[in-house]
Protein backbone atom coordinates (compact mmCIF):
# COMPACT_ATOMS: atom_id res chain seq x y z
CA UNK A 1 0.00 0.00 0.00
CA UNK A 2 1.16 3.11 -1.00
CA UNK A 3 1.56 6.09 1.86
CA UNK A 4 0.87 9.79 0.66
CA UNK A 5 3.20 11.81 1.53
CA UNK A 6 2.26 15.40 2.53
CA UNK A 7 4.76 17.72 0.61
CA UNK A 8 6.21 20.71 2.25
CA UNK A 9 6.72 24.37 0.26
CA UNK A 10 10.26 23.91 0.08
CA UNK A 11 12.06 20.97 0.07
CA UNK A 12 16.06 19.79 0.37
CA UNK A 13 18.09 17.25 -0.83
CA UNK A 14 21.89 16.71 -0.59
CA UNK A 15 23.71 15.28 -4.40
CA UNK A 16 27.36 14.75 -3.94
CA UNK A 17 27.70 17.66 -1.34
CA UNK A 18 25.63 20.20 -2.92
CA UNK A 19 22.49 20.77 -1.66
CA UNK A 20 19.26 20.88 -3.90
CA UNK A 21 16.41 23.22 -2.88
CA UNK A 22 13.01 23.06 -4.54
CA UNK A 23 11.08 26.12 -3.80
CA UNK A 24 7.21 26.99 -4.78
CA UNK A 25 7.28 29.21 -7.44
CA UNK A 26 6.38 32.63 -5.45
CA UNK A 27 6.91 31.50 -2.03
CA UNK A 28 10.51 32.58 -0.53
CA UNK A 29 13.77 31.10 -0.02
CA UNK A 30 15.55 30.85 3.03
CA UNK A 31 19.21 29.36 2.45
CA UNK A 32 21.61 29.33 5.85
CA UNK A 33 25.78 29.38 5.69
CA UNK A 34 26.48 25.87 6.11
CA UNK A 35 29.94 26.99 8.05
CA UNK A 36 30.98 29.05 10.90
CA UNK A 37 31.64 32.95 9.94
CA UNK A 38 34.06 35.42 11.55
CA UNK A 39 34.31 38.89 10.16
CA UNK A 40 37.15 41.02 10.57
CA UNK A 41 38.25 44.27 9.25
CA UNK A 42 39.55 42.31 6.03
CA UNK A 43 37.24 39.95 5.74
CA UNK A 44 33.91 40.34 3.92
CA UNK A 45 31.10 38.07 3.32
CA UNK A 46 29.20 37.64 -0.37
CA UNK A 47 26.04 35.98 -1.42
CA UNK A 48 26.35 35.01 -4.78
CA UNK A 49 24.35 33.77 -7.56
CA UNK A 50 25.68 31.43 -10.62
CA UNK A 51 28.96 31.94 -9.25
CA UNK A 52 29.76 35.15 -10.15
CA UNK A 53 26.66 37.51 -10.15
CA UNK A 54 26.93 39.33 -6.33
CA UNK A 55 23.43 39.21 -4.47
CA UNK A 56 24.76 41.11 -1.70
CA UNK A 57 28.17 42.37 0.47
CA UNK A 58 28.35 42.33 4.34
CA UNK A 59 30.71 43.91 6.34
CA UNK A 60 32.07 42.99 9.39
CA UNK A 61 29.66 45.84 11.00
CA UNK A 62 27.16 43.86 9.63
CA UNK A 63 26.44 46.86 6.88
CA UNK A 64 24.86 45.31 3.80
CA UNK A 65 25.61 46.34 0.18
CA UNK A 66 22.66 44.96 -1.95
CA UNK A 67 22.79 44.67 -5.76
CA UNK A 68 20.14 47.05 -7.33
CA UNK A 69 17.91 44.42 -8.83
CA UNK A 70 17.69 42.90 -5.34
CA UNK A 71 16.55 45.75 -3.41
CA UNK A 72 13.28 44.90 -2.19
CA UNK A 73 13.48 41.36 -1.61
CA UNK A 74 16.21 40.46 -0.05
CA UNK A 75 16.65 40.13 4.04
CA UNK A 76 19.69 38.89 6.38
CA UNK A 77 19.29 36.55 9.76
CA UNK A 78 21.70 36.88 12.76
CA UNK A 79 23.28 34.03 10.91
CA UNK A 80 24.26 35.75 7.62
CA UNK A 81 21.21 33.63 6.25
CA UNK A 82 19.87 34.78 3.09
CA UNK A 83 15.88 35.00 2.62
CA UNK A 84 15.01 35.85 -1.12
CA UNK A 85 11.04 36.76 -1.23
CA UNK A 86 8.83 35.82 -4.25
CA UNK A 87 11.27 33.86 -5.91
CA UNK A 88 10.24 33.56 -9.87
CA UNK A 89 11.89 31.02 -12.33
CA UNK A 90 14.77 32.94 -13.12
CA UNK A 91 16.26 32.51 -9.79
CA UNK A 92 16.78 28.89 -10.05
CA UNK A 93 20.50 28.69 -10.54
CA UNK A 94 23.51 28.16 -8.12
CA UNK A 95 24.07 29.94 -4.64
CA UNK A 96 26.60 30.49 -2.93
CA UNK A 97 27.86 32.15 0.03
CA UNK A 98 31.68 33.12 0.70
CA UNK A 99 34.27 34.87 2.88
CA UNK A 100 36.52 37.14 0.93
CA UNK A 101 39.34 38.06 2.65
CA UNK A 102 43.27 36.98 2.80
CA UNK A 103 41.64 33.91 0.84
CA UNK A 104 37.81 33.12 -0.45
CA UNK A 105 36.43 30.45 1.39
CA UNK A 106 32.54 29.08 0.68
CA UNK A 107 30.63 28.62 3.69
CA UNK A 108 27.43 27.36 1.85
CA UNK A 109 26.77 26.22 -1.62
CA UNK A 110 23.21 25.22 -2.83
CA UNK A 111 21.32 24.58 -6.35
CA UNK A 112 17.90 25.94 -6.42
CA UNK A 113 15.34 24.85 -8.56
CA UNK A 114 11.60 27.19 -8.65
CA UNK A 115 8.68 24.72 -9.50
CA UNK A 116 5.03 25.28 -10.69
CA UNK A 117 2.05 23.86 -8.84
CA UNK A 118 1.50 20.49 -10.44
CA UNK A 119 -1.16 20.34 -13.17
CA UNK A 120 -4.65 18.59 -11.63
CA UNK A 121 -4.36 14.56 -12.91
CA UNK A 122 -7.62 13.18 -14.63
CA UNK A 123 -9.02 9.75 -13.85
CA UNK A 124 -10.88 7.66 -16.26
CA UNK A 125 -12.31 3.55 -16.09
CA UNK A 126 -12.53 1.66 -19.07
CA UNK A 127 -14.26 -1.68 -18.54
CA UNK A 128 -13.03 -4.23 -20.81
CA UNK A 129 -15.05 -6.84 -22.79
CA UNK A 130 -14.98 -8.73 -19.83
CA UNK A 131 -16.84 -6.43 -17.41
CA UNK A 132 -14.49 -7.32 -14.42
CA UNK A 133 -11.14 -6.19 -15.46
CA UNK A 134 -11.08 -2.51 -15.28
CA UNK A 135 -8.67 0.10 -16.70
CA UNK A 136 -7.46 3.01 -14.98
CA UNK A 137 -5.95 5.88 -16.72
CA UNK A 138 -4.26 8.90 -15.16
CA UNK A 139 -3.11 11.70 -17.47
CA UNK A 140 -2.01 15.25 -17.17
CA UNK A 141 -0.59 17.26 -19.93
CA UNK A 142 2.82 15.84 -19.81
CA UNK A 143 2.17 12.57 -18.12
CA UNK A 144 -0.20 9.24 -19.10
CA UNK A 145 0.03 6.18 -17.08
CA UNK A 146 -2.84 3.08 -17.05
CA UNK A 147 -3.36 0.33 -14.84
CA UNK A 148 -5.69 -2.66 -14.91
CA UNK A 149 -7.55 -4.37 -11.74
CA UNK A 150 -9.69 -7.37 -11.64
CA UNK A 151 -12.56 -6.26 -9.61
CA UNK A 152 -15.27 -8.77 -8.26
CA UNK A 153 -18.42 -8.17 -5.64
CA UNK A 154 -15.84 -7.89 -2.87
CA UNK A 155 -12.89 -5.91 -3.66
CA UNK A 156 -10.06 -4.99 -6.60
CA UNK A 157 -6.43 -6.66 -7.48
CA UNK A 158 -3.92 -5.07 -9.84
CA UNK A 159 -3.38 -6.91 -12.78
CA UNK A 160 -1.21 -5.38 -14.62
CA UNK A 161 0.92 -1.69 -15.47
CA UNK A 162 1.48 0.08 -18.55
CA UNK A 163 3.30 3.23 -18.60
CA UNK A 164 2.15 5.62 -21.75
CA UNK A 165 4.26 8.43 -20.85
CA UNK A 166 6.60 9.85 -18.46
CA UNK A 167 8.79 13.15 -20.06
CA UNK A 168 8.61 15.37 -17.43
CA UNK A 169 11.47 16.33 -15.11
CA UNK A 170 10.58 16.16 -11.17
CA UNK A 171 7.55 15.30 -11.90
CA UNK A 172 5.90 11.80 -11.11
CA UNK A 173 2.71 10.44 -12.03
CA UNK A 174 1.31 7.06 -9.77
CA UNK A 175 -1.94 4.90 -9.64
CA UNK A 176 -2.34 2.15 -7.18
CA UNK A 177 -4.98 1.53 -4.92
CA UNK A 178 -5.48 1.30 -1.31
CA UNK A 179 -8.55 -0.70 0.38
CA UNK A 180 -11.32 -0.22 -1.78
CA UNK A 181 -9.95 3.21 -3.90
CA UNK A 182 -8.00 3.53 -6.55
CA UNK A 183 -5.72 7.00 -6.84
CA UNK A 184 -4.30 8.90 -9.54
CA UNK A 185 -1.67 10.92 -7.67
CA UNK A 186 0.38 13.80 -9.55
CA UNK A 187 3.63 15.57 -7.57
CA UNK A 188 6.52 17.05 -7.80
CA UNK A 189 8.81 18.51 -4.88
CA UNK A 190 7.07 21.33 -3.81
CA UNK A 191 2.94 20.29 -4.71
CA UNK A 192 0.80 17.20 -5.07
CA UNK A 193 -2.52 16.52 -6.44
CA UNK A 194 -4.77 13.59 -6.59
CA UNK A 195 -8.00 12.03 -8.03
CA UNK A 196 -9.86 8.58 -7.01
CA UNK A 197 -12.20 6.72 -7.55
CA UNK A 198 -13.75 4.37 -4.94
CA UNK A 199 -15.87 0.61 -5.03
CA UNK A 200 -15.20 -0.58 -8.40
CA UNK A 201 -16.60 -3.82 -7.57
CA UNK A 202 -19.10 -5.86 -10.75
CA UNK A 203 -20.98 -8.67 -10.23
CA UNK A 204 -20.97 -11.99 -12.67
CA UNK A 205 -22.50 -10.89 -16.37
CA UNK A 206 -25.10 -12.58 -17.31
CA UNK A 207 -25.64 -14.80 -19.61
CA UNK A 208 -25.10 -13.55 -23.27
CA UNK A 209 -28.16 -13.12 -26.14
CA UNK A 210 -26.29 -15.75 -28.18
CA UNK A 211 -26.57 -18.06 -24.94
CA UNK A 212 -30.54 -17.41 -24.86
CA UNK A 213 -31.14 -17.18 -28.12
CA UNK A 214 -29.53 -21.00 -28.42
CA UNK A 215 -31.63 -22.01 -25.14
CA UNK A 216 -34.98 -20.81 -27.04
CA UNK A 217 -34.14 -22.89 -30.15
CA UNK A 218 -32.95 -25.91 -28.02
CA UNK A 219 -36.48 -25.69 -26.46
CA UNK A 220 -38.75 -24.67 -29.28
CA UNK A 221 -37.29 -27.99 -31.20
CA UNK A 222 -37.76 -30.05 -28.66
CA UNK A 223 -41.46 -28.83 -28.56
CA UNK A 224 -41.72 -29.55 -32.10
CA UNK A 225 -40.08 -33.05 -31.55
CA UNK A 226 -42.82 -33.86 -29.23
CA UNK A 227 -45.49 -32.42 -31.16
CA UNK A 228 -44.76 -34.56 -34.65
CA UNK A 229 -44.04 -37.75 -32.26
CA UNK A 230 -47.42 -37.08 -30.78
CA UNK A 231 -49.26 -36.66 -34.80
CA UNK A 232 -47.38 -39.85 -35.90
CA UNK A 233 -48.70 -42.26 -33.20
CA UNK A 234 -52.38 -40.41 -33.46
CA UNK A 235 -52.64 -41.21 -36.86
CA UNK A 236 -51.40 -44.87 -36.39
CA UNK A 237 -54.02 -45.25 -34.20
CA UNK A 238 -56.45 -43.87 -36.29
CA UNK A 239 -55.53 -46.09 -39.14
CA UNK A 240 -55.76 -49.28 -36.62
CA UNK A 241 -59.66 -48.22 -35.43
CA UNK A 242 -60.66 -47.73 -39.42
CA UNK A 243 -58.80 -51.18 -39.96
CA UNK A 244 -61.29 -52.72 -36.98
CA UNK A 245 -64.63 -51.36 -38.41
Given at each position: MFSLVVLALLSCTETQGLQHVFVLHGKDLHLDVE?????DETTDLFWRFNNKNNIVK??????TVLINIYKGRVEFGQNYSLLLKN????????????????QEQRVAEYKV???????????TVTNSSDSCNI???CSTVDLKISRTFRCDAQNCSQVEEKSL????????????????TIV?????????????VTKLQCEPKPASDGVSLCVVRTVVFCVGLIIMVFAVISVHV???IKKKE
Open positions: KPVELITPERKVQHSDSGDYTAVTVGGTVQDPVSPVNLTVTNTTKTFSSLIVYLQQDCNHSNQVSWKHSKMEK
